[in-house]
Nanobody
């Protein structure tokens, strides 16, 4: 059993910042790529950023330079620092992680429950 628990969402004014956290717990053997996706009302879920176990990162074009993804492997936690937020960033943000469990042999992608980010004045 693996769980991803997100925190840090909320209401912020345009131009503000938030830091999201995602902690993985359970019967974890290895954590590979982790990342953040978001889904705005009426839109499809889209990639925000991903980070590999070695720290390599990839961002969606619209987030490049404003968002920073990083992870603390000792804490099984992935963070998303979001700066210069605009109303277009309003969405539910989901954490993802590719994990191999202690009893499993396959790499499986797990998802968090989502955290709401609202950018509004």
């Amino acid at each position: 059993q693996v769980q991803l628990v997100e925190s840090g969402g909320g209401l912020v004014q345009p131009g503000g910042f938030l830091r999201l956290s995602c902690e993985a717990s359970g019967s974890i053997s290895s954590i590979y790529t982790t990342g953040w996706y978001r889904q705005a009302p009426g839109k499809q879920r889209e990639l925000v950023a991903v980070v590999g176990a070695n720290g390599d990162t990839r961002y969606a074009d619209s987030m490049q330079g404003r968002f920073n993804i990083y992870r603390d492997n000792a804490k099984n936690t992935t963070y998303l620092q979001m700066n210069s937020l605009t109303p277009d960033d309003t969405a539910v943000y989901y954490c993802s992680a590719v994990i191999r469990t202690i009893t499993g042999t396959a790499h499986t992608m797990y998802w968090g429950q989502g955290t709401q980010v609202t950018v509004s004045s």
